[in-house]
Each structure stands twice: as C-alpha cells, then as structure tokens.
C-alpha cells in the first residue's frame, strides 16, 4: 500500500527537524549539563549550610545545658560542680557583672571579662541576648557568652565580687554575664566531618559530570562516525554503479576518437584533441573515484619524507621552497598514495591565486615521533561558506575541479595514523597541515 503524500510529507519534515536538532544540540547539552552541576554544586552547599547549621544549634544547646547542670551541682558542692564539669567537657564557668568583674569563677576563666570579645561577637552579627561564641578550631576551644539576669535566688555571700587582695566588697549590681568555656572537638570533628563529605559529594558530582561529558562527546563522535560511514556506504554503491557505467561510453568513445581522427583532415584534429581531454579527465576520475573505495592504507613502506616531498615539488612549473629542521625523517606510508596526497596539497597551493605568484612553502618538523608537513601559499584563502565542506566528495569551487581529491587524501593520511587540517594562513593565504607517526 503506497504511503499517502501528507504522510510522507509529515516525515520528511519531522527528518529535517531532527537533522536540524542534531546539529544544534551541542550547546543546549553543554548549557544543560553545566546548569546541573552548578544546581547540584548549590545543594551540596545548601545541604552543607543545613548541617553546620544543625552543629551549631546542637552546641548552644549544650552549652546552656552544661552550665545548667555546672551551676546546680555547685549549689551543692564545689567538688560535685567540678565533676560534672569534667563529664561535660567544660574546662570553666563564670558569672559576672555588665562591667565584667567575675562574682563567680570555677574552672579556667579570667578574672574580669574580656568585654572585647562581646563586641567582637555584635560586630559579627550575633545577639549576645541568644549567646555569642567564639570559636578557635586551632586549639578546639570554645568560649560562650550571653547577656541575662538570673531570675533565681542568689546566696549573695557565696557571688559577693572579690579584689585580688581576697577582701570582699558590696556588689554594684547584679549577675549579668555568663561565661563558659569548653573543649569544641565534638563540635569541630562533626563540622570538619561535614565539610570533607561536601567536598566529596562535590567532587564526585565533578566526576558525574564529565563522565557524562565523556560519554556524551564519544557517543557524538561515533554518531557522526557512523553517519560519515553511511555516506560513504552509499557513495560507494553510487560510485560503483556509475564508474561501471561511465567506463564502457569513454573506451567506445575513445576509439571512436582515434577512428576519426584517422579517417578526418587535419584541420578537425585540434576538435579532436578536446575531445580526448575530456575523456581523459573523466577517466581519471573514474578511477580516483575507484581509488577512493579501495584500501586506503595500501602497501605501506618506510619513505624518507624530505627527499620525497622534495622530488615532487620540482614536478611544478612554481618554484616550491620546502625547508626542515631534520635532513632525515621516515614514515611508513604507501608510496603511490603518499604522492597522491602532497601532489594533490601543493597542486592546490599553486592554483590558489590567478595573475600572481602563490610563494608556495612547504615546512617539514619532526618532533616527538611526530612529523607535520605544512603546505602554505599567499593565495586568495578559504570562502567561510565553504570551509565545513572542504572535504566532502565531490564538492568543489573550481571549473576544472573534481572535488575528490582532498577527500581521497584525507582518507589515505587517516588511514595511517594521522590527520589532514586545512585552516586559513596568518596574513592571507592557506595552510594544509599534515601530521603523521614518523621513526
């Protein structure tokens, strides 16, 4: 049953689309991928900030607990107040007046507070009515204040203020001040604990990302691998088809040439000659079409590259200047395909230009098992229009081209290891670069 046109036409459009899409989707994957990791990068922070916040809140409440069993234990006994001073892990505890005189000190703390650290706590934004707290995670201490009047019934005697001679004098006014100071390393472990998990969750969030980059960048490179391969599948059955095709007409033609110009006057002989040309031309490209299906690699053998770019270059009317740092340099390529490639690069460096010289160079560097050949001319340069194209069969910008050559070299430097680049040369002109594995 045949597929009705408005079907048809529904998928073709929807191919276009998806063609299009294809080749636009790069930078929304990037963007996407990048805008995940930097969400999942604020959540661990969120996550973090939750956390430490969680600690903190843990240790005030400790802190006031502590002090709150410190003080009643000292209601009792001193001793009693010390033990549990020591279970909870407060090394001191203090009350005392808003002028920081101490009316009651037990443990290591100063004799008159250091008020300082109260406006250094205010300067920081915290409410000294809430608790102020000064943290020092070199030494694992921490020190809490907080503004309040006890609301109990104080033994004065026992909280009387005393100078340093131990004599006691009236007390100006009431308890306003508590201190404490306690061993932090809970506190600190737990927060040293959740900062290296945050950091792991976010270099494992690093990790995902590229590994979903990674894999997302070689599923592209073997899709368009694959699509590069499907055309060349199909070109390859086209090709076939067409050079088996070409070839009978151009051997009737060419005999049917060589009969006439026999059997013609002489005059007709230059018409003939065209003929011929064009003939030869077309059989050439059959077989550089051939050429192209076939094995790529060839018969690969050590070459010394110099000397062989060398003798080509003398192949051209242009003078050719070719230059390296190393006198010798071998690669292992298939002759006739080697010569096939550099004549093909330097044919179009001299064809670059018409009415002028090209000042075509040839520069030859080995360097790290590597040589790179850099074939570079003076000519007109790349159209931008045709640079995505320069190595698609059979696409040309000139009137006598085939448009298969940089395809076909393209395909023989590849299939040795290396890679054929084309880009524009600083101040006018092209360079083809070529790099292989060399000895």
């Not at 707290?133 to 006890?150: G, H, K, Q, V």
């Not at 100078?163 to 100006?172: F, L």
């Not at 060839?298 to 010394?304: Q, S």
């Amino acid at each position: 049953m045949k597929t009705p046109k408005v079907l048809q036409d529904a998928q073709k459009n929807i191919k276009l689309r998806w063609k299009f899409i294809e080749g636009k989707e790069r930078p929304f994957v990037y963007v996407g991928l990048i805008l995940a990791f930097v969400l999942s990068v604020a959540f661990i922070f969120i996550i973090y900030d939750g956390i430490s916040e969680k600690y903190l809140l843990q240790m005030k409440f400790d802190s006031e607990k502590s002090f709150n069993s410190i003080y009643m234990a000292l209601s009792d006994s001193t001793s009693k107040a010390l033990s549990v001073m020591d279970d909870e892990g407060v090394k001191g505890i203090g009350i005392y007046s808003s002028s920081g005189s101490a009316y009651q000190r037990l443990g290591e703390v100063p004799l008159t507070l250091p008020l300082s650290k109260l406006a250094q706590g205010r300067r920081t934004g915290q409410d000294s009515t809430l608790g102020i707290y000064m943290m020092d995670e070199s030494t694992n201490e921490i020190e809490y204040f907080r503004l309040s009047r006890l609301n109990v019934v104080l033994e004065l005697g026992n909280i009387a203020p005393s100078d340093p001679r131990g004599n006691q004098t009236p007390y100006p006014d009431l308890p306003d001040i508590i201190y404490v100071k306690f061993d932090g390393s809970t506190y600190f472990n737990s927060l040293r604990r959740a900062r290296i998990l945050s950091i792991a969750g976010m270099g494992l969030m690093l990790l995902i990302f590229l590994m979903i980059l990674s894999i997302y960048n070689n599923n592209r490179k073997y899709r368009l691998q694959l699509q590069k391969n499907e055309s060349l599948a199909k070109l390859g059955a086209a090709a076939r088809t067409l050079t088996h095709e070409i070839k009978n007409p151009l051997s009737a033609m060419t005999i049917q040439s060589a009969l006439m110009r026999k059997l013609m006057p002489e005059e007709f002989h230059q018409d003939l000659d065209v003929i011929d040309h064009e003939i030869s031309r077309l059989t050439s490209l059959t077989n550089r079409v051939s050429e192209f299906l076939k094995n790529p690699a060839g018969e690969p053998k050590d070459i010394e590259i110099v000397s062989f770019i060398r003798d080509i270059s003398r192949l051209f009317k242009q003078n050719i200047k070719v230059q390296t740092d190393t006198p010798e340099i071998v690669v292992n390529f298939d002759e006739d395909r080697a010569r096939s490639v550099f004549e093909n690069l330097m044919k179009n460096a001299t064809e670059s230009c018409e009415g002028r010289d090209p000042e075509v160079e040839v520069d030859i560097r080995a360097k790290h098992k590597t040589v790179t050949i850099l074939v570079m001319d003076r000519g007109d340069g790349l159209p931008q229009e045709t640079k995505a194209k320069l190595f698609d069969p059979f696409f040309t910008t000139k009137i006598h081209g085939s448009g298969i050559g940089l395809s076909i070299s393209k395909q023989f430097v590849e299939a040795r290891g290396g890679t054929l680049k084309i880009y524009d040369r600083e101040n006018g002109g092209t360079v083809a670069e070529v790099s292989l594995p060399c000895k």
